[in-house]
């Protein structure tokens, strides 16, 4: 059975940077492409980035290009969400999730990714 374990989340003052890592088990991890997506309180699940299954794709939502890279690193099944000059609006749980085979983009769909996710890791940005 997979499975997605987020970590690297924490606090951070606004301007600061955080690296999220997603690790994965239990799954072909050559062969999916990955997500990540963050849910603030009292609002919908959202994508952020996205990086296909050959790594070549890569997806930003426009409110955080130029401030966030996604990485994968296949020998590690790993995952990244390098985050720069965060603001108090990027404060939300970040999940990370994986979809077999490619993807096209990185709205949040939950009839496409609906199988695997991790548990979130909390973000806060405080100004």
């Known amino acids: 059975q997979a499975h997605l374990v987020e970590s690297g989340g924490g606090s951070v003052q606004s301007g600061g940077s955080l690296r999220l890592s997603c690790t994965a088990s239990?799954?072909?991890?050559?062969?999916?492409?990955l997500g990540w997506f963050r849910q603030a309180p009292g609002k919908e699940r959202e994508g952020v980035s996205c990086?296909?299954?050959?790594?070549?794709?890569?997806f930003y939502t426009d409110s955080m290009k130029g401030r966030v890279t996604i990485s994968r690193d296949n020998g590690k099944n790993t995952v990244y969400l390098q985050m720069n000059s965060l603001k108090p609006e990027d404060t939300a749980i970040y999940y990370c999730?994986?979809?077999?085979?490619?993807?096209?983009?990185?709205?949040?769909?939950?009839?496409?990714?609906?199988?695997?996710w991790g548990q979130g890791t909390q973000v806060t940005v405080s100004s």
């Open positions: 239990g799954l072909r991890f050559d062969d999916y492409s």
């Open positions: 999730a994986a979809v077999e085979g490619s993807i096209s983009g990185c709205e949040y769909d939950p009839l496409f990714w609906s199988d695997k």
């Open positions: 990086i296909s299954w050959s790594g070549r794709n890569t």
